[in-house]
């Protein structure tokens, strides 16, 4: 379910048109078509579950389709045409491991080349600047595996953002974090896809930190999407429809509650024979 | 240069966790060793041969994963202990072979016959420069597999080559100080100098300094100790070799807990508490 003309798909920057992906006999997405322009801030918001990581993972070619294809600027994503930064939700570091942040973050540049070739000037310069975006300049020295929670986030998003990515995916950056956090997470992404001209693809369970700046919503559920704008989106028929069975989507002071009923899961049976769903 | 060798992948082999398998492949080594003196084929080809056959074996059965890992690792070395016992027992029992198992299993360097010389020092070389070839996938893929992945690292090639490097590492150190032993030389000066570096490449110069040092010490003792008994035996030199190893290890780790100790009471105590 999308709602996108089929000049605006062609226009695109990531295209992703009628992907299936199967996971040990399980279908975690089916018939998933939805694509992000140029500079856009989308949610991918489902729950735990959901097919979220997993549909993040098709993007970056870490994941088989069973069909469907996946372009990015209308050419299908290889190692070498891929123009994508990759923030995952966690990275287990060795507290002993002797790699500085710098050091780390230039991987995100030149980690995947052979040979002999040192590191250049330019990546260095570029190393800082993306430290002093995301307001991790004073930890260039420190060793990765030294990081608070918070501060390997920033160098992660430093990492993803080093090669001047054309599209940045960022899996839960939200999660564990409290309201407050989040939201200064939020603003310093917008801010720097702003500034640096880059779309950006987040996945959270909860889209309310999003809502100021997210242009798209793709909504996982019942491996199936749905995408749009918010409120082309979020409402309770186009939901009810994506899940199965009813919800209510609730506005209460500015936020968004999607309900279920009590003894509802949210889950990610699919239903083959269900409608398509269309949105008005 | 063997040393060098050994410490410098040995540096690698503990960042990725592989001490196991580095390990498993000097016993795979002995293995190829005894194989090798039974056909009375050169030590070289038995512990290079056996090496790289076992680092085949593992990648075959899957060391993407932890636990495929050390599945992996267990079920090769498993299998190289038992052909090294039939191979070793087969070279005991026949006339003739009197040391050749002190020789698997403890080296000596001075008995490495000089037309393997020229071998040793050209393939020490070729894995120097592999090495430094591939040295940014490798480190970015021990780091983070799965970032490595998303930024295109081709980890199946990368940890493939990478296990070749290793298994050449331990049949060239099975050499000069047996298969047994070769361990010490490949984990020991590379654990001393990641505890003691912040990068690296300062890792890896320490650790060649380290293994240079304790060769060229156990060399020395060895030398030396033929004078220390009226019985005028001299003693191995892997002995003192892994001695030496031993030492390093022991001197790096109190000076870096010392060092840790007086920089956190520098900070104060209320500091060091709220500290990140």
Redesign the interface.
């Known amino acids: 379910m999308t709602n996108e003309t089929s000049s605006s798909i062609e226009s695109a920057l990531l295209n992703v048109g009628g992907v299936d992906v199967s996971i040990a006999g399980r279908v975690i997405l089916h018939d998933v078509n939805f694509s992000i322009n140029g500079g856009e801030f989308t949610g991918l918001i489902g729950s735990n579950g959901a097919g979220k990581t997993t549909l993040l993972r098709v993007i970056?070619g870490?994941q088989a389709i069973s069909k469907g294809t996946v372009t990015m600027h209308g050419h299908e994503i290889t190692?070498?045409n891929?123009s994508?930064g990759?923030v995952?939700q966690k990275?287990l570091?060795?507290p002993?491991?002797?790699?500085?942040v710098r050091?780390?973050v230039a991987?995100?540049v030149?980690?995947?080349?052979?040979?002999?070739a040192r590191r250049s000037r330019a990546t260095n310069d570029t190393v800082e600047e993306m430290l002093t975006a995301v307001e991790a300049d004073t930890l260039a020295n420190r060793?990765?595996g030294a990081?608070?929670g918070g501060?390997q986030q920033r160098v992660l998003m430093a990492?993803a953002l080093v090669s001047r990515p054309d599209l940045l995916l960022l899996d839960e950056p939200l999660a564990n974090l409290d309201p407050r956090s989040a939201y200064e997470i939020v603003r310093l992404l917008h801010t720097i896809a702003t500034r640096q001209r880059v779309a950006i693809l987040l996945s959270a369970h909860d889209m309310n930190p999003l809502l100021p700046v997210m242009d798209r919503v793709v909504y996982v559920a019942n491996a199936k999407v749905a995408s749009g704008t918010t409120e082309q989106v979020v409402r309770t028929e186009v939901l009810s429809a994506l899940y199965g069975h009813h919800v209510d989507v609730v506005q209460v002071h500015g936020r968004i509650l999607v309900v279920g009923d009590e003894d509802d899961e949210v889950n990610t049976r699919f239903v083959p024979d269900h409608p398509p769903l269309v949105v008005e | 240069m063997v040393s060098v060798v050994s410490a410098i992948v040995g540096v690698f082999t503990v960042?990725r966790s592989q001490s196991f398998a580095g390990h498993a492949l000097t016993d795979v080594a002995m293995a190829g060793g005894a194989g090798a003196s039974l056909a009375a084929v050169a030590p070289l080809v038995g512990f290079l041969g056996g090496g790289i056959l076992g680092a085949g074996a593992m990648e075959a059965i899957g060391m993407q994963r932890v636990k495929d890992r050390d599945i992996a690792t267990g079920v090769v070395l498993g299998a190289a202990t038992g052909l090294a016992a039939l191979f070793l027992y087969l070279v005991a029992s026949s006339s003739g072979a009197t040391g050749s198992t002190q020789l698997v299993l403890f080296g000596s360097v001075f008995t490495v016959e000089a037309s393997t010389l020229p071998y040793v020092a050209v393939l020490s070389v070729l894995v120097l420069l592999a090495l430094?070839?591939?040295r940014?996938?490798l480190?970015?893929s021990s780091?983070?597999t799965?970032?490595?992945?998303?930024?295109?690292?081709?980890l199946r090639v990368v940890g493939s080559a990478f296990m070749v490097m290793l298994a050449t590492a331990v049949g060239l150190s099975s050499i000069v100080i047996g298969s047994i032993l070769s361990t010490a030389l490949l984990i020991g000066p590379a654990a001393s100098a990641?505890?003691a570096?912040?990068?690296?490449a300062?890792?890896s110069w320490l650790a060649a300094l380290f293994g240079v040092a304790a060769t060229w010490l156990g060399i020395t003792c060895a030398y030396d100790s033929y004078y220390w008994f009226p019985s005028r035996r001299g003693l191995p030199v892997s002995f003192f070799v892994v001695m030496v190893v031993v030492v390093e290890f022991t001197v790096v780790t109190v000076a870096v807990a010392l060092r840790t100790r007086r920089a956190a009471s520098a900070s104060g105590p209320w500091r060091a508490v709220g500290g990140?």
């Open positions: 970056l870490l190692s070498t891929r994508i990759y995952p990275v570091f060795d002993d491991m002797p790699v500085r050091d780390f991987m995100g030149d980690g995947h080349r052979y040979g002999i060793r990765v990081l608070s501060e990492h | 960042l430094y070839l591939i940014r996938p480190l970015f780091l983070s799965e970032l490595a992945a998303a930024r295109g690292v081709r990641l505890k570096s912040r990068s690296i300062r890792a990140s």
